[in-house]
């Protein structure tokens, strides 16, 4: 097997269940997993501390439920407008009735579902809105929705006396939008817009609610939801902020941050299994808002994404909850042996669950038939023909609205609201207390130069990771008062190692000595400026090893922590400032950051903690976290872009940009001239200009 995992196509009972599997094998955890796995164990200490009374407890209910709403795009709600639920066909089907529906979730976002009912219907009757996992139902290039997987459940609610609504998913719907962003498809823009399928799905489910009230079969006080897997997942989100759901009853759509992180579960996740963690919660946390209603959880023991384990966790911590608010009654455990699958025991727990919460039938009831898959899925399809105006497939570039640039009129408030936003919402994650360490790891006097190399310790001594920092300058006198900080992605780490290495072979590791390049000693000496050189973690020797899946999980683990991989390298930046100022003769000094590309972007971010920092000089500089290539932070396109943050730096220091396209920084120069008051420099010039 691949040590960095495989992709599995499971055709359980025929239903095409995808399967993405946690890697086999992993390499012995490095640098990143042990900075990962002490992220969790903060968040698990700061949970722990957490031991509200019953009171303050549900008196703090309405504000969690927020902050969910908030991490799933949904803080403020979208607009309640006309569902325009419209019936295009019905079945009968062995004595029940299923009808093929849509409505609109939002304007132009459809949601392809099958209602079921029995065909006698005499009064309201228990109502199960069901949420489908990831089974892709295609034939001859048509979708017909995963909602098409699931029909066995719709029909056995409708044979047991209740109605059922299957709604699709925007992934495998019969329009097809996309949950495999940040998995697959390179789309790190949705972790700055805040942007998670998840929300769209949670908001399918909530407005699926609003259409079940509108029909008269349905008993409004008697809703339950479940899903299985994905359906799992939007089962919780829509349990935990609408009050309305009488029951619930998920099936493995749930498990622990520390199994998704540290034990990278999340290798085998898209996208619409997170909310952007901004609030850094465990999943328990999700699961507690349901109490005191009851709530069954459901898994497998052998479910490699869903390890059992964790689901155990999350019932002892959950249960916690319940004990607490004197409702230990209404939370259910069921354990099904086998794998990630569809599997009957598993249905016979969510089955009975239903049974004994929604109708009011004893523990000991027991009922007759197997949910057994019987319709074609030809019959159960919604649309012949897509509609036009469906948003489906590019939901993810307006469903969290980004942020208006601010206009120079308001610019002192904006300005105040912008820092705590990014304080608060973007880099929420950083310590309050931290002290970065600099330690001594070598010096060489060659050729006019004393080169030094220093271990740095960003997050304080004796932690990780450890960063490379060296500094260079002239053999002698020199003048301290400005120090130029090179901040290297990865090209320019090997720019500076082919450069600098050959003459100081040891403070490169693996260089051997060379003749000295006369132009590196030369400029440098002429400079007569102290040179100082990181690498942020993530870059160059910095770099975690491994395949390209390995980088692309890493950055994902980290956004599961209410982070991201960039937000930490603008708190090495941070630490390389503060660490510089620091050493004998550089107190009063100030410091120019040079860099291109993201750590450009990274470094504009840094300035605006960083008091020191008196010149930013850029290159290549992205004009838009929507970029290729521009660092993603957690949630910062809700609140600015890039330009914006540029002219925030702009108020304190000298700006230079050399970008490929000056015009697109027209309103940060206009922005920054409100913001220096003339006081600095902001320099908006061509990529080829020197």
Known sequence: MRRDGILLSLLLSGAGFMVLAAPENPAPPDSFDRQLEAEVLKIERHAAQETPDKETWLAGQKESRRELAEMLGLDPMPARGDLHATKTGESEHEGIVVENLHYQSSPGLYVTANF?????????????????????????????????????????YAKHGFICLIIDTVQLGEIRGAHHGTHRMDRWDWISRGYTPAGVEAWAGIRGIDYLLTRPEVDGKKIGVTGRSGGGAYSWWVAALDERVACAAPTAGITTLRDHVVHKC???????????????????????????RPLLIVNTDKDPIFP??????????????????????????????????????????????????????????????????????????????????????????????????????????????????????????????????????????????????????????????????????????????????????????????????????????????????????????????????????????????????????????????????????????????????????????SVVIDASGAQAVNAVHASLFEPGVNQLDLRDVPSSHLDKGAPAYLNVLKYMDIPTAAAMAAGKRDVTIRASDPAAWQDAAALAGSAAGGKHRFEILPLSEP
């Open 308 to 589: 059992v384990d964790g689901v155990f966790d999350v019932f002892r911590r959950t249960r916690e909850v319940y004990g607490m608010l004197g409702a230990e009654k209404n939370l259910g455990l069921h354990v099904a042996e086998g794998p990630h699958a569809d599997l009957q025991p598993l249905n016979t727990g969510e089955f009975h669950w239903m049974l004994r919460h929604l109708k009011g039938e004893s523990a000991m009831a027991t009922y007759d038939g197997a949910a057994v898959k019987s319709i074609p899925m030809e019959k159960l399809r919604v649309f012949e023909k897509l509609p036009e105006n469906q948003r489906n497939t590019t939901i993810d570039e307006s469903f969290v609205p980004l942020a208006a640039a601010p206009s120079p009129e308001n610019w002192e408030k904006s300005e105040g609201d912008l820092m705590k936003a990014l304080r608060e919402k973007v880099f929420a994650s950083w310590p309050d207390t931290a002290a970065p360490h600099l330690e001594p790891a070598g010096r060489i006097a060659a050729n006019g130069v004393v080169a030094e190399k220093y271990t740095l310790r960003p997050m304080g001594k004796g932690t990780e990771p450890t960063l490379d920092l060296y500094l260079l300058q002239p053999d002698g006198a020199v003048d301290r008062k400005q120090v130029v900080l090179h901040v290297l992605d990865s090209a320019g780490w090997t720019a500076f190692e082919g450069r600098y290495g050959p003459v100081f072979p040891t403070l490169f590791p693996g260089m051997e000595k060379q003749a000295a390049k006369p132009t590196a000693v030369e400029e440098l000496i002429g400079s007569g400026v102290p040179l100082a050189f990181l690498c942020p973690r993530g870059e160059g020797p910095h770099k975690k090893a491994g395949t390209d899946k390995d980088q692309i999980q890493l950055r994902r683990s980290f956004y599961l922590t209410g982070a991201t991989l960039e937000s930490w390298q603008v708190w090495d930046i941070r630490a390389a400032v503060n660490r510089l100022r620091s050493l004998p003769g550089f107190k009063d000094s």
């Open 116 to 156: 079921y009912r029995p065909k006698e219907v005499n009064g309201p009757l228990p109502t199960v809105l069901y949420f489908c996992g990831h089974s892709d139902k295609t034939k001859d290039k048509i979708s017909y929705g995963n909602k098409t997987g699931y029909e066995h459940h719709g029909v056995w």
């Open 266 to 292: 999340v290798y085998g996740h898209c996208d619409c299994m997170f909310m952007v963690n901004g609030y850094q919660w465990d999943y328990d946390r999700v699961a507690s808002l349901f109490a005191p």
